[in-house]
Structures are given as C-alpha cells and as structure tokens.
Nanobody
Framework: LQLVESGGGLVQSGGSLRLSCAAS????????IGWFRQAPGKEREGVSC???????????NYADSVKGRFTISRDAAKNTVFLQMNSLKPEDTAVYYC????????????????????WGQGTQVTVSS
C-alpha cells in the first residue's frame, strides 16, 4: 500500500486548502486513513481520520483544535481521502501526513499514531499571518 499526499502550499490566515491522500497498491486492505501533522520542534499530532470498515464506514474523528474548520471525506472509487481545511491559522503550519491502518480496528483514531502501519511522505502547509 502506497500513500501520496498533495495539495499543500502557502496560504494566508483565514484561507483554505484541500489536501488529498491517494492510495495505491493493496487499497482493499486498509481499515482507516488518518491525517497527522508535525510542526518544527513539535511532536506529531493527529488531525483527523476516517474509517472504511463496513460496520463503521465513513465514521470520522477530529482533533479538538480543528473541529469546525477541517472536514475529512473519502472518494472510495478513487481510493482518495481529502482533508478540507478552512479558516486556517498560522498554528496550522506543519507537514501533513496521511497514514493507513491495515489491521482490523474499531473505527479510527487521531490519538494513537502507533495504530497506523503505512505513512505517506507528507505535504507542507504554511499559513502566513
């Protein structure tokens, strides 16, 4: 399973970006996709996730810091997960990574990044004040 992020860039505070995470390879194997971010000098933190398990298909979670501003969605036909980011703030500046859970998992998590087995290379998001 390969994950490729795109859509990052430079945006002014209050602006919007949409990140994409395209999955290829054994795309039928993943149970959830999550978005994480890491700012310089800070630990990686979870942003949002979406489950693809049949019993929890489409269930989502968000970090408190992005609730109401970010929306995660999935295009199953294109094996792509999107992260729509609105009302961006300078503190959202980070490298954003998508990751996949390939073992049975109840829903998805933005807390336990150790639950994710595959990671993309990341895309830079910079929000200027």
């Amino acid at each position: 399973l390969q994950l490729v992020e795109s859509g990052g860039g430079l945006v002014q505070s209050g602006g919007s970006l949409r990140l994409s995470c395209a999955a290829s390879g054994r795309t039928s194997d993943y149970y959830a996709i999550g978005w994480f971010r890491q700012a310089p000098g800070k630990e990686r933190e979870g942003v949002s996730c979406i489950s693809s398990m049949s019993s929890r298909r489409g269930s989502t979670n968000y970090a408190d810091s992005v609730k109401g501003r970010f929306t995660i969605s999935r295009d199953a036909a294109k094996n792509t997960v999107f992260l729509q980011m609105n009302s961006l703030k300078p503190e959202d500046t980070a490298v954003y990574y998508c990751a996949a859970i390939i073992r049975p998992y109840p829903g998805c998590t933005v807390v336990a990044d150790s639950a994710y087995q595959y990671w993309g290379q990341g895309t830079q998001v910079t929000v200027s004040s």
